[in-house]
């Protein structure tokens, strides 16, 4: 009979044996040179023959030699507890990088592999390419696991949201936790998914898919309770018809997201102090000697603060900083004698006459806004308390002059829009005692579990921050399977390491 075609590790094991003299090894899926310290491209016995007979590999091995110390012990054929050492080493070695943000590539790094190959002269420091293809999907399956067992016979929720990498690709972050009347668990990183575009079909899919992997036999459609995005159009789109599918799901749009688009109407409001910023911004750009003389004459331990766009209320904060240090600012400003344009437009901002009335204004009226953002991304909070908090910032801004009236209307425009606010707070009257109306399918015997329910998408917005490595623009080479494994196990296991 004809002989029936080599596996890919049959293949790659005869390869080693038959070319390699010692030289090649292969753990079933990638053939390694170690004279070369490299995989070694084995489509075809040919590829194999002619990087053997490259002058590189050959001087490689001659060096090889010449290092060898003679052994004093007759050779010893390798054990089966031998090769489990290894592979064990191999996995720990995964591990200890993975969790220690350490990227698998820095292993190629020739001052790094030295050092792990002296102080480990008993082990083989593995190529990048084998940790990668063989010992991250080995963890990666480990977490999963690990999260099945921590969601167990549950309720959960979901938290979704989406960033774009180096290379602009699409990213979708799915986060699960169990609903517990006792304490706050937080989110565990389930799927990353990159998305050809970013749509309401594709978020829906992601999400469905994210739960067919935790509960792969059947997905409890009726354990779902809670479904927090930001308030994109799309993830509307998506939520709403998510909650046919799952019928007991109360979907919020992340209350953080209502209070920034509130505190974006301030920032349009006072122009001429949003236009102060930019030029006191542009004063102390690459101006190391002013910035100093800046510090030493005001006694101040900071320079004033630049906005963000992507930090939430960091324009009030800004706000208060020049309310409470203005005098010592305008001084500073005035007194410099550089004649250049960015100088000219500082002082032009800081004499116009509103500028201490409008800053005033601000830090009165919207400090609240602040506060009550520092509040919402604290984890743990009691559902009760994350909906008093949202509601007593909501009354504070029903008094005051024009900005606050625009600023009021806003929020109740916003919370009016959040497709699940009004059941969230009939959950929060009922858990504080003040009501026994529930909202529409949940049970009384499930109400306690919503005690410490998120409002805030803030835990996904945190899980993006941690994969910087990942998002540069050099990051190329991970395939969409091996950013998915390592976002999750890194993830998840420093929230595990936590517990």
């Known amino acids: 009979m004809p002989k029936g075609k080599l596996t890919v590790a049959q293949r790659l094991t005869s390869y080693a044996n038959e070319l390699g003299d010692g030289v ?41 030699k010449r290092q060898k110390q003679p052994l004093i012990s007759p050779t010893v054929t390798p054990t089966s507890s031998a090769t489990e050492n290894t592979k064990q080493f191999h996995y720990d070695l995964t591990e200890a990088l993975l969790m220690s943000d350490i990227p698998l590539w820095k292993l190629q790094n020739l001052a790094f592999k030295n050092f792990l190959s002296k102080y480990i002269p008993h082990h083989d420091i593995p190529n990048e390419l084998v940790l990668r293809k063989k010992y991250v999907p080995i963890l990666y399956q480990r977490t999963i696991q690990r999260i099945r067992e921590t969601i167990c016979d549950k309720n959960v929720y979901l938290i979704v949201d989406e960033t774009t990498d180096g290379t602009n690709q699409h990213l979708c972050n799915v986060l699960i936790g169990p609903l517990s009347q006792d304490k706050f668990i937080p989110p565990m990183l389930l799927d990353c998914v990159v998305l050809d575009s970013t749509n309401s079909s594709t978020i829906s899919q992601s999400i469905n898919n994210a739960l067919m992997l935790l509960w792969p036999s059947s997905v409890y459609y009726d354990r779902v309770f809670l479904l927090l995005t930001d308030s994109a159009p799309y993830m509307i789109k998506a939520g709403a018809g998510l909650s046919v599918l799952y019928p007991k799901m109360i979907y919020v749009t992340c209350l953080l997201n209502a209070i920034h688009r509130v505190a974006e109407v301030v920032r ?10 930019a030029t006191v911004k542009q004063l102390f750009s690459k101006a190391p000697s ?9 006694s101040l331990k900071t320079l004033p603060p630049s906005p963000s766009s992507g930090r939430w ?3 009030i904060e800004a706000a208060c900083f020049f309310q409470e240090h203005h005098a ?21 901002a800081l004499r116009k006459p509103n500028i201490a009335a409008d800053l005033a204004a601000i830090c009165t009226n919207f400090k609240p806004l602040v506060d009550a953002i520092a509040q919402l991304e604290e984890q743990g909070l009691r559902l009760t308390n994350a909906v008093d908090i949202v509601t007593t910032l909501n009354h504070s801004l029903e008094y005051g002059g024009r900005v606050t009236a625009s600023a009021s209307q806003k929020m109740s425009y916003v919370l009016s829009k959040n497709p699940g606010w009004s059941r969230i707070m009939s959950l929060a009257r009922v858990l504080s005692g003040v009501s026994a109306d529930l909202p529409y399918n949940i049970s009384p015997t499930v109400t306690n579990c919503f005690n410490f329910a998120p409002i805030t998408s803030f835990g996904a917005e945190r899980s993006f921050s941690e994969f910087k490595y990942f998002f540069r623009s050099n990051g ?10 390592h976002m999750v196990v890194l993830f998840n296991n420093k929230r595990f390491s936590q517990n």
């Not at 305008?330 to 437009?345: A, S």
Request: with cysteine.
């Open 24 to 64: 090649l090894t292969t753990d079933g899926s990638v053939l390694y040179c170690n004279a070369c310290n490299t995989s070694v491209t084995a489509e075809t016995k040919s590829h194999v023959e002619q990087h053997l007979q490259t002058e590189k590999h050959m001087q490689k091995v001659q060096k090889r």
């Open 476 to 485: 190329t080479s991970f395939t969409h399977e091996h950013l998915m494994q």
């Open 328 to 348: 010592k600012l305008k001084r500073f400003v005035m007194e410099l004698d550089e004649n250049t344009p960015t100088i000219q437009r500082a002082k032009s």
């Open 313 to 315: 209320g960091t324009w």
């Open 268 to 277: 349009s409001s006072y122009v001429e102090v949003d236009d102060l910023f």
């Open 290 to 298: 002013r910035r100093r003389a800046f510090l030493d004459s005001t």
